[in-house]
């Protein structure tokens, strides 16, 4: 419990010129994650399961250091690593599926996926493809015959605009369904909460959203999720929902949460990170601090994430020429 217990008490943590300090101030040679955002949200989530997280579980030996980068949706802090702590040894930054999105994008301006060195991800959500409990569609299939006939009547909503996240789960399940992602009508919201909102007063007929934060509204039955967008069934509240794979959808959206280093940190801190992570994703103090923030396993580290990262990259990147994004 000494990990949760850190985490429950971060409310005591000094923030200092924008810089948040876990516990103490450490030396200058003590380890430091970057959230490229603003305090709260994911990316501050990320670098706290970090933070919190190695100490607790004595991989790191003084606090880390949490410094907030916002800027871009991550570009800033992007730029930042590679034009001033490319060698870095103690410097971590917090990462998404997202980040993946916008570097297939280009928005991260002269650097491409290939300009880090991925490290690895400590937990995960995925996508699902969500309809209202009176929706006249009982499976996946049934939603996608009727695309096929009329796509523009079908209204898909989510938080963010055409080429983000959300937007990216309706283009790839509709593209797997062989429909052109342009044809589908596509309504966007400012949030994930709104967008459900919306599904819940018929304002949109399918919501693209996550499957952690739709634990409530099964239990409350005003939802049927179609597919989860996974690899394989999620355990829980969530067995009985189908993946869009087995269903004959080739898609999945592995809503990551992870971290890389600066591209010239040398062989042995990168390799001393990955011997970190991966002990720390067996712990089980940590286990269940991520099962409490709604992340699923997920055992990508080293190479094997890297190569994973940069693969998602370049299939974001080709979808987003497809529909005429890039």
Not at 11 to 17: E, F, H, R, T, V
Not at 148 to 171: H, L, N, R, Y
Not at 179 to 190: C, G, K, S, W
């Amino acid at each position: 419990m000494k990990l949760i217990t850190a985490i429950r008490h971060a409310s005591s943590i000094a923030l200092l010129g924008g810089t948040l300090l876990i516990g103490q101030a450490q030396a200058a040679d003590g380890t430091e994650c970057i959230a490229p955002a603003k305090p709260g949200g994911g990316y501050d989530l990320t670098c706290r399961l970090a933070a919190n997280g190695l100490l607790a579980a004595d991989l790191i030996e003084k606090p880390m250091m949490v410094t907030y980068m916002p800027g871009g949706i991550g570009a800033v802090a992007y730029n930042h690593v590679n034009g001033v702590r490319t060698d870095d040894p103690n410097l971590i930054v917090a990462a998404s599926t997202g980040a993946a999105v916008n570097l297939a994008l280009g928005k991260f301006g002269q650097y491409d996926a290939d300009e880090v060195r991925w490290l690895g991800a400590l937990g995960v959500d995925y996508g699902a493809i969500v309809v209202g409990a009176d929706a006249p569609w009982q499976s996946l299939d049934e939603l996608m015959a009727d695309l096929q006939d009329k796509p523009g009547e079908i209204a898909f909503g989510a938080g963010g605009t055409v080429g983000s996240q959300d937007w990216m789960k309706a283009a790839l399940t509709a593209k797997a369904a062989d429909i052109d992602p342009r044809r589908l009508r596509y309504v966007a919201f400012e949030g994930g909460g709104e967008a459900l909102a919306a599904l819940l007063g018929n304002h949109i007929q399918v919501f693209t959203g996550d499957l952690s934060e739709l634990q409530s509204q099964l239990e409350s039955g005003k939802v049927r999720v179609l597919a989860a967008l996974s690899e394989e069934r999620m355990g829980g509240p969530y067995a009985e929902i189908p993946t869009a794979a087995e269903q004959g959808y080739d898609v999945q959206w592995p809503i990551w949460r992870g971290y890389y280093m600066g591209p010239e940190v040398s062989d042995e801190a990168y390799a001393q990170w990955v011997e970190r992570l991966q002990a720390l994703a067996e712990d089980p103090a940590f286990i269940e601090l991520r099962e409490e923030r709604g992340l699923f396993p997920m055992s990508r580290f080293g190479n094997d994430f890297d190569g994973y990262v940069k693969d998602q990259v370049a299939g974001f990147k080709s979808l987003a020429e497809e529909v005429g994004l890039k």
